[in-house]
């Protein structure tokens, strides 16, 4: 029997030999079942590591190991805890970095959503005033004409605010929401009626800017009487038409407001010409089509005689011969009374109207204009000598005012109405030029 003696002065020893003994255990077990060994103490000797489960250690009345906390393994009577091999400490070392790496990565997936949601609010809330259309309104998918009947009262005279060549516009109130619209009836007995309600529907279907009306909804159905009727619903414009403003004594539009109503209007057409797929071209462009919202936003109206111009088709518009004349009187370009084809200069010579009108004050067949002069040219001749300034609407001048604006402005609108389409102003260079005048116009504020 091997048995190691306490406080002798050869304990060291003896641990050191049982210890190189039961080492010789762990690297070759087999000798547990060569040596034949009657007998084994190990007790009291902190020996750590597995005890094997063969030979002298396979019975607990052979060995005694007790004084040894660090021992794992051995049979199960010996009720020693069970051994962690390198292999399960690797593995986990492993577990615990994927965890790790599980918990980073949520950590920072949530981060980014976070962010996102604070950036995405913040974006929305600063952009309210940007040209893209951010406004939300109740979208109706499909309305009958007794609600239209109901929200209009019966299409009273009272609740009528505009009539055009084919529709007539109502001030609706819908009983589902109270929502105020504005709803345009068309009038299919007149030749073109049809025509110009398809043409409005093809041009917005795709089209959304913070410039242009909104089509909240159509109604294409049959009216008490068993006939056809044609509505659009659009936002309700608290501010009425430019052109009410313009012409009118008891309201009237300081200089800061005409130029964000000219910025809003470019805007509008840079959008329609470059930046909706196909070039769609308004072809009725004058203030009576254009509406203002209760922040005095303006938006582009009245798509019924819009042409929708492909890519590809946008090289040869002006070659396109058209038995139909586009536009209004003093607004349409010169080129459609000769049956020259819809192109995006039509629109750009109908903003350089407008934006005269607006400036002057007059419109573009006031009876002031006779004997060959136009208002393009009454401001290319002001241009030429200097006398912008009196040519003026009086109200836009004060003590503040810049002039170096006021006939820029001027320029902008005569270089836009130039006869020969090839001769005006692109709507991008037109963008471009009204931002530094804006700025301008608010330093001298």
Known sequence: MWSPTPKSHKLESNRQRFSRFFISFHRKPQLSQEMDLKYLDLSYNNFEGEVFVKGVFANTSMISIHGNRKLCGGIPELHLPKCTTSDSKRGSRKLSAR??????????????????????????????????????????????????????????????????????????????????????????????????????????????????????????????????????????????????????????????????????????????????????????????????????????????????LSLEGVSKANNNSSSVFRGTIGYAPPEYGFGSGVSANGDIYSYGTLLLEMMTGKEPVDLVFEGGLTLHSYARNALADGSVLQILDPGLLNENTDEQSLISLVKIGAQCSLESPHDRMDIETVVHDLISITVKTCNQS
């Open 99 to 308: 965890v790790v790496i599980a918990i980073s990565l949520s950590s920072t997936i949530v981060g980014l959503a976070l962010v996102s949601f604070i950036l995405f609010y913040f974006c929305i809330t600063r952009n309210k005033d940007e040209p893209l259309d951010t406004i939300s309104t109740k979208s109706f998918e499909k309305i009958s004409y007794g609600r239209l009947f109901k929200a209009t009262k019966g299409f009273s005279a009272e609740n009528l605010i505009g009539t055009g060549s084919f529709a007539s516009v109502y001030k609706g109130v819908l009983d589902e929401s109270g929502l105020i619209v504005a709803i345009k009836v068309l009038n299919l007995n007149l030749q073109g009626g049809f025509k110009s309600f398809m043409a409005e529907c093809d041009a917005l279907r795709n089209i959304r800017h913070r410039n242009l009306v909104k089509v909240i909804t159509s109604c294409s159905s049959i009216d008490f009487q068993g006939n056809d009727f044609k509505a659009l619903v659009y936002d309700f414009m608290s501010n009425g038409s430019l052109e009410s403003w313009l012409h009118s004594i008891h309201q009237m539009l300081d200089l800061a407001q005409r130029i964000n109503i000219i910025k809003d209007v470019a805007c509008a057409l840079e959008y329609l010409h470059c930046h909706c797929g196909n070039v769609v071209v308004h072809c009725d462009l004058k203030p009576s089509n254009i509406l203002l919202d209760t922040d005095m936003v303006a938006h582009v109206g009245d798509f019924g005689l819009a042409k929708i």
